[in-house]
């Protein structure tokens, strides 16, 4: 059974920090890229960083230099650390796992609030 578990969302101040975690089982994690998503209300869902089996990450461009993606395939877990966090950081983050063999899995979410 896939699972993808979301965790460490919250409410924070602007400038502050937190550390999301993917908890996934059920699939061969390593070779999978993980990616964050975000939604906002009333926005599309985007991609906000990914990192391949190979560890090649990618970011979107504003998140550059405050979000720092990274995967441990021991724990089969990935984690999204997020400083200096904006108030349009606000969103539901999801994690995805997709395989080079066209499989995708996704978690169900975990709501980030940045707000004074």
């Known amino acids: 059974q896939v699972q993808l578990v979301e965790s460490g969302g919250g409410l924070v101040q602007p400038g502050g920090s937190l550390r999301l975690s993917c908890a996934t089982s059920?699939?061969?994690?390593?070779?999978?890229?993980i990616g964050w998503y975000r939604q906002a209300p009333g926005k599309e869902r985007e991609l906000v960083a990914r990192?391949?089996?190979?560890?090649?990450?990618n970011y979107l461009d504003s998140v550059k230099g405050r979000f720092t993606l990274s995967r441990d395939n021991a724990a089969n877990t990935a984690y999204l650390q997020m400083d200096s966090l904006k108030p349009e950081d606000t969103a539901v983050y999801y994690c995805?796992?997709?395989?080079?063999?066209?499989?995708?899995?996704w978690g169900k979410g975990t709501l980030v609030t940045v707000s004074s």
């Open positions: 059920g699939f061969r994690f390593s070779i999978y890229s």
């Open positions: 995805s796992a997709d395989s080079p063999y066209g499989m995708e899995h």
């Open positions: 990192i391949t089996a190979n560890s090649y990450l």
